[in-house]
């Protein structure tokens, strides 16, 4: 969930541009490049001198709008900058193993791969959860494999009927398969792409009826999680939610209730982008008798375009040490992320 305390700004780009004016930037920088200038744009920022940050698009020149700023930030009240490098999302896959296959003792045996997926329906409440199971009744006919093709093609017809957007299901061997969730694309404002949720349970039951063996998992059929789920850092799923969050500040918070007469609202994020991503928390003072700080947060979110090599941090290493000049003895700034 985002929420910066007071207000929140973004500014997105791929490359640093070499101007070190405004006028120069904004007449001759390139389209998705990155500044950081004085707060009257006449020059590269000095020690614990005020600064804005300045990002070129590809708008109508004539209008003036070829270009986005930030507000003015002093060092001095800066609190602190840090800088995360892209890091990519990462599904959760588990793998089932058919270990052993029914006995003259147990008879014929129910197998049943059961996927337990939270935030059904994009609740976002992991108390609303769906039961997926894939099952499959065995003899002492079968193989390990026969069980295994059973149990997938169980899975993969159950959810075919959900819509066939959430889970993959894939034969990996002669007695195992994999269950990882797909990645969900993202709608501003409508969808937000949430990573798919599971967990994963391995049951194997006798049908034969014995009060020793009823309702007893014999263990025959078992799942371990292969590849653990993470959200990543700077994608470009999190770049265009955020960013579709935080222009409500500066552009059209109402966004489109009034259609047609409301404001049209520029975006830059790209689902596709690899984005390096430095903060500036920071504060401005009351002008009126008061003691409280206005809290203020710039995210800058540079794309990196390629995730390797790490030459591509280079752009992003600009902006820092940019940064690192004007708040020097007020802020840390974070080292720079490795450009070889």
């Not at 700080?293 to 820092?320: E, F, G, H």
Request: aromatic content about 10%.
């Amino acid at each position: 969930m985002f929420g910066p305390r007071q207000v929140g700004e973004i500014i997105i780009g791929t490359t640093a541009a070499a101007q070190t004016t405004i006028a120069t930037f904004i007449a001759s920088a390139a389209d998705k490049s990155v500044v950081v200038l004085s707060s009257d744009g006449a020059s590269a920022p000095l020690a614990k001198e005020s600064f804005k940050l300045y990002q070129k698009t590809g708008g109508d020149a004539t209008k003036n709008l070829n270009y986005e700023f930030s507000d003015t930030i002093e060092p001095r009240y800066v609190e602190r900058v840090t800088c995360q490098p892209y890091a990519p999302e990462v599904q959760k896959l588990v793998t089932y193993t058919v270990v052993s296959v029914p006995t003259a003792a147990t008879g014929e045996v129910t197998y049943e791969a059961e996927i337990r997926l939270y935030n059904d329906g994009g609740s976002l409440s992991p108390e609303n959860f769906a039961v997926i199971g894939g099952y499959y009744v065995a003899t002492t006919a079968d193989t390990t494999t026969t069980i295994k093709d059973g149990l997938v093609l169980s899975l993969q017809r159950n959810l075919l009927k959900r819509g066939n957007s959430e889970l993959t299901v894939l034969s990996t061997g002669a007695a195992t398969f994999t269950v990882e969730g797909k990645y969900q694309s993202v709608v501003p404002g409508k969808i937000i792409g949430k990573q798919i949720e599971f967990d994963a349970l391995a049951k194997s039951f006798s049908n034969a009826y014995s009060l020793t063996t009823l309702s007893q998992n014999l263990g025959i059929l078992t799942v371990v999680t292969t590849t653990p789920p993470k959200p990543g850092m700077g994608t470009g799923k999190h770049a265009v939610n955020y960013e579709w969050f935080v222009k409500g500040y500066k552009y059209d918070p109402a966004r489109q209730v009034g259609y047609p007469a409301d404001f049209a609202t520029p975006y830059y994020a790209s689902e596709a982008g690899l984005y390096n991503v430095i903060q500036i928390i920071y504060y401005g003072q009351r002008n009126e008798t008061s003691v409280e700080r206005q809290y203020k947060v710039l995210s800058i979110y540079m794309d990196k375009v390629t995730a390797t090599p790490n030459s591509t941090n280079a752009a992003t290493n600009t902006i820092l040490d940019a940064i690192r000049v004007a708040v020097q003895d007020f802020a840390f700034v974070p080292p720079v992320l490795p450009v070889v």
